[in-house]
């Protein structure tokens, strides 16, 4: 299915990000340079105009040193002769028109306008193809006055200057365009080098693979994180399979004991003939094992039910203190038979909300171990306690203890510290973790302490609300 997958050239994620880098860095070139190019337009027409105010402050104090406008023209002329690269041309007129003074073919520049004002105009002479630029003054000396003076020069040299900076950004548009691409495809190599990285390690990966992990690559940036985020999700799918293993081959392993104990029963029964004595001794162990397999299918179906969170609480108002008295009878007969010590410490009278069903499970498993692992003449003793927003409920017992390296595993299902500790009664190591499961629906919690002396005391906390 996937290797049908075919991508378009267009399509592949590498091109669309060249592509887009590419026009990107192209587009913003261009702003830049239209920027730039404006920029230069602006200061060079504001260093003519700066050129053209001072030669016509110039000439005006020529005008006034000479105190005669011909003559003050005629020197001014003389010191302006010389200009190559802003050749600068003038007229001086009275202020109705008359011409005074002119450089040589002034009136082909600009036509005998006057407006009266300082100001600055553009010419264009389309016979010689040149543009001017023309300031204007209105100006007074020795109470003469008053004239006009306008002062003109070509604007060839900047106008050369633009069309050199206009020309060199069209030739450079290729090559941006060529490093533009470069830059791209360089920038989306490594996404999409992870990309492929990616797709090729997880084509490996199968139910029979799954220890493969992806390289993570150099930085700190988002696709280290989508390596480190996949990487985990490999580490959680893989230890999930690991659990659904572990848990397939202990099902197996605790299902073939009993059947094979309940087989071997009747296959020494059937061996010869028998009275009926002993046939019925031979069914009453096998409905014994029997008995022992129905539990142990019972607590690995209510397991999986709280996998699935498929479990169905029937909560109700319990008297906490009632459900502990009964689990003490019931269990008072057996812990007689072991000369234990059998006590109620501590009984407050607490109610809470809870599924009797479920606690008086808890209470049963957690007293049946106590029982079962504390030997003759020893003690086990319950007490339940109400704090302010929670019960305890404490069975403690001076039994054969939990080794300190063994309790953070002993809620784990078919955990069994060792099982010829058990002796004949052997169980699949499932009582403590449906404890933890049903403390845990009930929003609460479990742990196991060793007692200082000998034992271990459980201690189960559930809300009171
Ligand atoms: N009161 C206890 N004293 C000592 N060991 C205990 C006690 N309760 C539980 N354990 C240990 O924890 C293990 C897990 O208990 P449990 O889940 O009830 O399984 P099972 O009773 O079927 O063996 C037991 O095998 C036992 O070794
Ligand atoms: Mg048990």
């Excluded at 580490?235 to 099902?251: G, K, L, M, P, Y």
Aim: hydrophobic letters at 40%; proline letters at 3%; aromatic letters at 10%.
């Amino acid at each position: 299915m996937l290797s049908k997958l075919r991508v378009n050239f267009f399509s592949r994620f590498d091109v669309k990000l060249t592509i887009f880098y590419t026009f990107a860095l192209l587009l913003i070139s261009l702003i830049l340079s239209s920027f730039f190019y404006y920029r230069l337009q602006h200061n060079l027409l504001k260093q003519i105009d700066r050129i053209l105010k001072d030669e016509a402050k110039e000439l005006i104090l020529e005008i006034e040193e000479d105190n005669h406008v011909v003559k003050g023209c005629k020197e001014f002329f003389g010191d302006i002769s010389y200009r190559v690269f802003y050749p600068v041309f003038f007229r001086v007129m009275t202020h109705d028109g008359v011409t005074l003074w002119e450089s040589e073919n002034f009136s082909t520049i600009l036509s005998k306008g006057i407006k009266g004002r300082e100001h600055f105009t553009v010419t264009v002479d389309h016979r010689k193809k040149k543009r001017y630029r023309i300031y204007e003054k209105r100006f007074t000396f020795n109470d003469q006055g008053p004239f006009v003076a306008q002062m003109a020069t070509n604007t060839k040299r900047s106008d050369k200057i633009l069309e050199n900076s206009l020309l060199n950004i069209f030739s450079a548009i290729p090559v941006v365009f060529l490093l533009s691409l470069c830059f791209g495809m360089y920038i989306s190599q490594k996404p999409r080098k992870t990309l492929r990285n990616i797709t090729a390690v997880t084509k490996k990966i199968t139910s029979q693979n799954l220890a493969e992990r992806l390289p993570l690559p150099p930085g700190q940036d988002e696709i280290r994180d989508l390596t480190l985020t996949i990487n985990f999700m490999l580490d959680n799918i893989e230890s999930s399979f690991d659990e659904v293993r572990q848990f397939t081959a202990d099902v197996s392993h605790e299902l073939r004991n009993p059947l094979s104990a309940v087989k071997g029963e009747i296959e020494v029964a059937v061996s010869r003939k028998r009275d009926a004595a002993d046939y019925l001794e031979t069914l009453h162990n096998c409905l014994e094992r029997i008995d022992d397999l129905i539990k142990m299918v019972n607590d690995l179906f209510l397991i999986s039910c709280f996998d699935a969170k498929k479990y169905d609480l029937k909560l109700s108002r319990i008297n906490l203190a009632e459900l502990l008295g009964e689990m003490y009878d019931f269990f008072l007969p057996i812990a007689q038979e072991k000369n234990i010590q059998f006590v109620i410490e501590r009984c407050d009278t607490v109610f809470a909300s809870v599924d009797r069903h479920k606690i008086l499970q808890l209470l049963s498993n957690l007293m049946d171990n106590a029982v079962k692992f504390t030997p003759e003449n020893q003690s086990i003793t319950l007490s339940l306690i109400e704090h302010s927003h929670e019960v305890e409920l404490d069975v403690s017992d001076s039994g054969i203890g939990i080794p300190e390296g063994n309790l953070e595993n002993i809620f784990k299902r078919f955990y069994q510290v060792d099982p010829s500790r058990s002796g004949d009664e052997r169980g699949a190591g499932l009582g403590l973790h449906i404890c933890k499961r049903i403390a845990e629906v009930h929003g609460g919690s479990i742990a196991a302490t060793r007692n200082t002396t000998k034992g271990v005391t459980f201690t189960v906390r559930l809300p009171l609300n």
